[in-house]
């Protein structure tokens, strides 16, 4: 009995000992300031200290919509630190897409994708629900006749939640015209917006032809 005993509690302090290795990496990993990822729709520079996208390109065009998102919600991915759920709980913050659903609605596939909090912002959710969501509309109107190449820059202040994320200041909309090699940008204050989406045309301060 005794040795029965005693070989259990090995197999047990073993397992547990395991467990704790297993976890210990992702203890130690250092965060990174700037990841770039590559996804089928969208590449994203990510910063894991921040816990939000930084930079992130995507590619608008006439995509007919065969499904919806029902009850799709946004995901971890197990290679980056990002943001989570608890960031975006009872505040002002919405889980603001940046390659936007309803542009990749053309498959189940794709529209997951844009569910990645790596495609996901702090947004101020009358922004988000409001200009923002109107120009993403207009996008997939002016998509219509030509592709476009939408890359989505943010900007921020020191704000940081008690959940670890920092909340964007500012979110600058660049959109790329490729029939008609131009550019329109459209800079939001994270914040309500006053004023309609067109008021938010700015000279493209960014602007650059690096396609995806």
């Given at each position: 009995m005794g040795k029965v005993f005693l070989s259990w509690l090995l197999v047990f302090t073993l397992s547990c000992?395991?467990?704790?290795?297993?976890?210990?990496?992702?203890?130690?990993?250092?965060?990174?300031?700037?990841?770039?990822?590559?996804?089928d729709i969208f590449t994203v520079t990510y910063s894991e200290t921040k816990e939000q996208p930084l930079i992130l390109t995507y590619r608008s065009s006439n995509r007919v919509k065969n499904v919806d998102r029902g009850s799709m919600d946004f995901r971890t991915e197990n290679d980056y630190h990002t943001s989570d759920r608890h960031d975006y709980y009872a505040n002002v913050w919405d889980k603001g897409h940046l390659a936007p659903a309803a542009t990749f609605s053309d498959s189940k596939v794709n529209l997951k994708q844009t569910f990645s909090y790596l495609n996901c912002a702090l947004q101020n959710q009358y922004l988000n629900r409001g200009a923002w969501r109107l120009l993403e509309e207009q996008e997939r109107k002016w998509d219509d006749t030509?592709?476009?190449?939408?890359?989505?820059?943010?900007?921020?202040?020191?704000?940081?939640?008690?959940?670890?994320?920092n909340i964007p200041s500012n979110f600058t909309k660049q959109i790329f015209f490729t029939n008609d090699n131009k550019y329109r940008c459209y800079s939001f204050p994270n914040q309500r917006p006053d004023k309609n989406w067109e008021e938010y045309l700015i000279n493209c301060k960014f602007a650059n032809k690096k396609i995806l």
């Amino acid at each position: 009995m005794g040795k029965v005993f005693l070989s259990w509690l090995l197999v047990f302090t073993l397992s547990c000992t395991k467990a704790q290795d297993l976890r210990r990496p992702t203890a130690q990993v250092e965060l990174r300031e700037e990841v770039i990822i590559e996804t089928d729709i969208f590449t994203v520079t990510y910063s894991e200290t921040k816990e939000q996208p930084l930079i992130l390109t995507y590619r608008s065009s006439n995509r007919v919509k065969n499904v919806d998102r029902g009850s799709m919600d946004f995901r971890t991915e197990n290679d980056y630190h990002t943001s989570d759920r608890h960031d975006y709980y009872a505040n002002v913050w919405d889980k603001g897409h940046l390659a936007p659903a309803a542009t990749f609605s053309d498959s189940k596939v794709n529209l997951k994708q844009t569910f990645s909090y790596l495609n996901c912002a702090l947004q101020n959710q009358y922004l988000n629900r409001g200009a923002w969501r109107l120009l993403e509309e207009q996008e997939r109107k002016w998509d219509d006749t030509q592709e476009l190449i939408v890359t989505v820059y943010i900007e921020f202040s020191d704000s940081i939640l008690p959940t670890g994320a920092n909340i964007p200041s500012n979110f600058t909309k660049q959109i790329f015209f490729t029939n008609d090699n131009k550019y329109r940008c459209y800079s939001f204050p994270n914040q309500r917006p006053d004023k309609n989406w067109e008021e938010y045309l700015i000279n493209c301060k960014f602007a650059n032809k690096k396609i995806l």
